[in-house]
């Protein structure tokens, strides 16, 4: 039984030690171009909202009828997740 412990334990030690290797990216190794995030902070050239559509009534799946009188300036989102879909 000691034996198989002996051998797990030198076979995790091999495999920590192959992880820690070199990944030969020497001086001949040619650059790769990385992806361009979006940033946050930057000023996205987005359009201006259409000001002709309004006011504009929008009726909900219960039938209530709503006016939006002017074109919205803000939203709020209500969970991370709607969140992530309005910068998606």
Same mark, same amino acid.
């Given at each position: 039984m000691r &034996?198989? @412990?002996? =051998? /797990?334990? =030198?076979i995790a030690v091999l495999v920590f030690a192959a992880a820690c290797g070199d990944d030969d990216g020497g001086p001949d190794a040619t650059p790769v171009e990385t992806q361009k995030f979006? +940033?946050? #902070? !930057?000023? @996205?050239? %987005? $359009?201006?909202? +259409?000001?002709?559509? @309004?006011?504009?009534?929008v009726t909900d799946g219960s039938g209530r009828s709503v006016a939006i009188e002017a074109a919205p =300036?803000? &939203? /709020? $989102? =209500? $969970?991370? %997740?709607? #969140? !992530?879909?309005l910068y998606a």
């Open positions: &034996i198989v @412990f002996v =051998l /797990a334990g =030198l979006f +940033d946050c #902070t !930057e000023a @996205f050239p %987005g $359009s201006a909202p +259409d000001a002709s559509a @309004f006011p504009a009534e =300036l803000a &939203i /709020a $989102s =209500l $969970s991370a %997740g709607h #969140t !992530e879909i």
